[in-house]
């Protein structure tokens, strides 16, 4: 706890100080009004996206805690897990950055897909929720691989009799980059409603994301006190 709450500060010292360095930087080279735009629009941003991360840390607990993912395991998940949500979210970025310089109508799709979200969430459920186990991508899974039924230590695939077999630490992995899919879908329309500035999108995301890993242990540990 001890250590993933001292990252979590570094990681989000970090940031601040990335903040502080673009209004330097702007302060001196184009004006003290475009540097405190800038610089307010960076923290806004980064400020909405570390908030939505907590949605995939407790997504990332129900996977752990449904494959009884040992904690000595769930290091390298995570590592993966950040890297393809940084990958997805550059890629997301890039397509709405250029879909909202060539079309500007396109920001009130993004509004209305955050309404429509909001709505849904507040509305109450019609059925109750479906086991984790009738999940239609881990049935698809488990229906056209091998899956060991044990893990391997941190490996996604081994080898026996020549056979390649995938580990259930594989199916965490393939759950959690689709869960960071399904949530870059939901967060960048979020930041573009504070700028779409292309730059401050994507720093303002990557500094929100590179201290997922330290914060899911911290509130890992404060889900098991409660």
Same mark, same amino acid.
């Given at each position: 706890?001890k250590?993933?709450?001292?990252w979590? *500060?570094?990681?989000v010292s ?8 673009? @209004?330097?930087? %702007?302060d ?12 307010l629009?960076f923290?806004?941003?980064y400020?909405i ?6 949605d ?21 998940? %995570?590592v ?9 979210r550059?890629?997301?970025i890039f ?6 310089a060539?079309?500007? @109508? ?7 897909? *955050? ?5 849904? #969430?507040m ?7 479906q086991? %984790? ?6 049935? @698809?899974l488990?229906r056209? *691989?091998?899956?060991t ?11 026996r009799?020549?056979i ?6 594989f199916?965490?992995?393939? #759950?959690?980059? %689709? ?15 504070v700028?779409? =500035? ?11 994301? #590179?201290?997922?890993?330290? *914060?899911?242990f911290?509130?890992?540990d #404060?889900? =098991?006190?409660?």
């Amino acid at each position: 706890l001890k250590e993933a709450g001292i990252w979590s *500060l570094i990681w989000v010292s970090v940031a601040l100080l990335f903040n502080l360095a673009i @209004w330097l930087w %702007l302060d001196h080279s184009a004006g003290r009004e475009i540097a405190n735009q800038k610089g307010l629009e960076f923290l806004t941003g980064y400020l909405i996206e570390k908030s939505l991360a907590v949605d995939n840390i407790f997504v990332f607990l129900l996977l752990f805690g449904f494959f009884k993912v040992p904690d000595i395991y769930q290091r390298r998940v %995570l590592v993966y897990g950040v890297v393809g949500a940084i990958i997805m979210r550059a890629v997301m970025i890039f397509i709405g950055a250029a879909l909202v310089a060539k079309f500007s @109508w396109v920001l009130y799709l993004f509004g209305a897909f *955050l309404v429509f979200t909001g709505l849904k #969430m507040m509305l109450p459920e019609k059925e109750e929720q479906q086991d %984790l186990a009738n999940n239609p991508v881990l049935k @698809w899974l488990r229906r056209h *691989l091998r899956v060991t039924d044990e893990f391997h230590e941190e490996k996604f695939f081994i080898r026996r009799n020549g056979i390649l077999w995938a580990t259930p630490l594989f199916l965490v992995l393939v #759950m959690i980059e %689709l869960t960071d899919l399904v949530f870059a879908v939901d967060s960048i329309p979020a930041i573009f409603a504070v700028t779409t =500035d292309p730059f401050i999108v994507f720093t303002s995301n990557i500094f929100a994301i #590179m201290g997922l890993r330290a *914060l899911y242990f911290l509130l890992a540990d #404060m889900a =098991d006190r409660f």
